[in-house]
């Protein structure tokens, strides 16, 4: 019992008749403009956790060199 495409093209009519041909360009080009903002938004939090887990390598590689020549100096 899937969906037939008579039940398809009673729906896009009922559709058609209720927003008219006028409106659904413009509703289509919204929900578009709002996937790729979203896409955007999900690019630009990518960026940022990739930016801080490289800030906290650097911080860990200057804490390992700093207690290196912490060692170093208490064993002279």
Do not use: C
């Amino acid at each position: 019992m899937g969906i037939s495409i008579w039940q398809v093209v009673l729906v896009l009519v009922i559709i058609l008749i209720l927003f008219g041909a006028g409106k659904i360009p413009r509703v289509m080009g919204d929900v578009a403009k709002g996937i790729k903002s979203f896409k955007a938004g999900m690019k630009e939090g990518e960026n940022e956790e990739i930016e801080v887990s490289a800030e906290e390598v650097v911080a860990d590689k200057k804490t390992k060199k700093t207690k290196t020549k912490a060692s170093k100096k208490k064993d002279n």
